[in-house]
Nanobody, 116 residues
Framework: QVQLVESGGGLVQAGGSLRLSCVAS????????MGWYRQAPGKQRELVAL???????NYADSVKGRFTISRDNAKNTVYLQMNSLKPEDTAVYYC??????????WGQGTQVTVSS
């Protein structure tokens, strides 16, 4: 089974930027879709951005125009570039694939904290 490791989280001021990375243990060319999810304190986990093997993308309305999901197939890595960060973006961010989401299987995630 593919292993996914998130990194790149940290503390940033409102208006700042951060880039998250998700490294997969297998070629991401074999994975139909990968997504970034987040869960803020007291809120349900939500899909933030999705990228398919064909490189089509989808974003939650709350992050459109600010976040960009991309991938580097040679590095087996998916990125989430986050710009114009807001305090409400504070959450634990997770990288995942559809089959793992269906089985409620998640990694450790990476904490993003946006201060005002």
């Amino acid at each position: 089974q593919v292993q996914l490791v998130e990194s790149g989280g940290g503390l940033v001021q409102a208006g700042g930027s951060l880039r998250l990375s998700c490294v997969a243990s297998e070629s991401i060319l074999s994975i139909n879709a990968m997504g970034w999810y987040r869960q803020a304190p007291g809120k349900q986990r939500e899909l933030v951005a999705l990228i398919t093997s064909g490189s089509s993308t989808n974003y939650a309305d709350s992050v459109k125009g600010r976040f960009t999901i991309s991938r580097d197939n040679a590095k087996n890595t998916v990125y989430l570039q986050m710009n114009s960060l807001k305090p409400e973006d504070t959450a634990v961010y997770y990288c995942n694939v559809p089959i793992y989401v269906l089985h409620d299987r998640w990694g450790q995630g990476t904490q993003v904290t946006v201060s005002s």
